[in-house]
């Protein structure tokens, strides 16, 4: 009668869920016996229909603290930090939850702990998993990788394939040490290589995403197991046609190689374009790669390739080449890109300063040199753009130390009594090939055309 009732509440199995009213009593019938489930799940309605809240959450405290494990992991969800950080600014959509919030429940790191623990201890395979979790982050515990690890097994133990990932990636990371391979004896290993390929595939085969990636890795190097790159591509092939972003871009990245599997570069393109839609930068990055070299069966199209870069350093973490390539496009100013030499400056020269060294950077720089506004915006000899001086003879070029200044004179000399001549006299700036600078640039340096 219970569970009936609930799943005509929820909408689960497919049965209706117009009368809620009629339904709930069905529930107060079963709790009205005493039977434990009867009340939790009377509780969990009032409070996600917000027919009493109140009463709905002393029914889960009840029931939780009578032992029932459903209650007791639905407490940790409701006080659990990372759930309020999530869901409370409306990013994700959970009805009981954004309920919970709204009848008054806040975050409880201690009592989410506890309450997960004794879940957790009953065998309940989802608590043993974010209890694990609680141990490796020290949410409401004391922080403890060696006891997450054996939580995380149990939870693997019990079919959670999330957890059999969380062992796996701990083993690679040399957090823990388990050497105990398939047969339950220890494997001759000298690390912990091989046990983490065995959770990585058990997760996998039972449709983890992020293990059935892991596995396509140790997979691709041998780690821990025989180096096989078709299967691993057959890995990543099965995670990415299931929306796994880095899959699909790894998988994009064998089929531009041709590792374990026949070189395709429109292929490629497609698995890159796939997870370039769901924002993975280095997706992007090659996409645009792919549009600026006209590659794969692509036209060659700088505007777009520009449009996605923009998109890649905004990002929180984006790569050099990204900075630089785009610096480039605007250095070319072609395929509706419009030519941006200053802003060309900036980019290339930050690419320079997160390699070390930037060969594109020291190409250009001889352009750079000849543009008023370049040679504003950076300090070109290093390629710094913040804390900079402004040169006292030209009052142009900027500088951000007398070292640089010693060092790049030689190149600065013939245009710093030019440029103090032209800006005296008003004349516009003008770019590296002596054309007049261009105004009215976009942010993205894209043309955009009304239709």
């Known amino acids: 009668m219970t569970d009936l009732a609930f799943m005509i509440i929820t909408g689960e199995g497919g049965l209706p869920s117009d009368d809620v009213e009629r339904h709930l009593r069905l529930l107060e019938r079963a709790a009205a016996t005493g039977l ?28 939780a603290e009578e032992g029932f494990a459903n209650a007791q992991f639905t407490i940790f969800i409701m006080h659990f930090p990372v759930n309020h950080r999530e869901y409370g600014e409306g990013t994700k959509k959970d009805a009981f939850f954004n309920a919970c919030v709204k009848a008054g429940v806040g975050p409880d790191p201690v009592l989410a702990a506890d309450m997960v623990h004794r879940a957790a201890q009953q065998g309940h395979g989802e608590a043993q998993y974010y209890y694990a979790q609680c141990l490796q982050f020290g949410y409401g515990v004391e922080e403890d990788v060696k006891k997450a690890y054996r939580w ?3 939870a693997a133990a019990c079919g959670h394939a999330g957890a059999a990932n969380k062992c796996g990636n701990l083993l ?6 388990d050497r105990t391979n398939d047969a ?3 494997s001759p290993e000298p690390d912990s290589s091989a046990t983490a390929a065995l959770h990585y595939r058990r997760g996998a085969e039972r449709g983890d995403l992020n293990s059935m990636f892991n596995l396509a890795n140790t997979l691709m190097f041998g780690e821990g197991v025989p180096r096989d790159d078709a299967e691993a591509v ?34 490629a393109n497609v698995w890159f374009r796939k997870g370039a839609d769901q924002g993975f930068p280095d997706a992007m990055n090659n996409l645009a790669f792919s549009y600026r070299l006209g590659r794969g069966g692509l036209k ?21 080449v990204s900075f630089e390539t785009l610096g480039q496009l605007l250095l070319e100013g072609e395929g509706g890109v419009r030519r941006d030499v200053p802003r060309a400056a900036v980019l290339l020269a930050r690419a320079n300063r997160m390699s070390g060294l930037s060969m594109a950077y020291m190409m250009c720089l001889p352009i750079l040199q000849q ?45 710093c009594k030019r440029w103090a001549a032209e800006a005296k006299a008003g004349v516009p700036p003008t770019d590296g090939d002596g054309k007049q600078a261009q105004a009215g640039r976009t942010s993205s340096g894209v043309t955009t055309t009304a239709s």
């Not at 099965?238 to 070189?263: D, I, T, Y």
């Not at 060659?300 to 050099?320: F, N, R, S």
């Open 184 to 186: 339950g004896s220890r």
């Open 172 to 177: 690679s990371a040399g957090l823990v040490d």
């Open 371 to 415: 543009d008023r506004q370049a040679a504003a915006a950076v300090c070109l000899p290093c390629g710094k753009d913040t804390r900079l001086k402004v040169c006292s003879k030209c009052h142009v070029a900027r500088f951000c130390s007398k070292e640089c200044v010693a060092h790049g004179w030689k190149e600065h000399k013939p245009n």
């Open 300 to 320: 060659k199209d700088p505007a777009a390739a520009a449009a996605l870069l923009e998109k890649v350093i905004a990002t929180p973490e984006p790569a050099a």
């Open 234 to 267: 057959r890995w990543l092939r099965e995670a990415a046609g299931r929306g796994h972003p880095q899959s699909q871009f790894n998988l994009g990245m064998s089929l531009l190689s041709g590792r374990g599997v026949a070189r395709d570069e429109a292929d």
């Open 152 to 154: 995380y097994k149990m």
């Open 36 to 63: 434990v489930e009867g009340r939790f799940n009377l509780g969990v309605t009032l409070v996600t229909h917000g027919m009493d809240p109140p009463r709905g959450l002393e029914l889960i405290r009840a029931t």
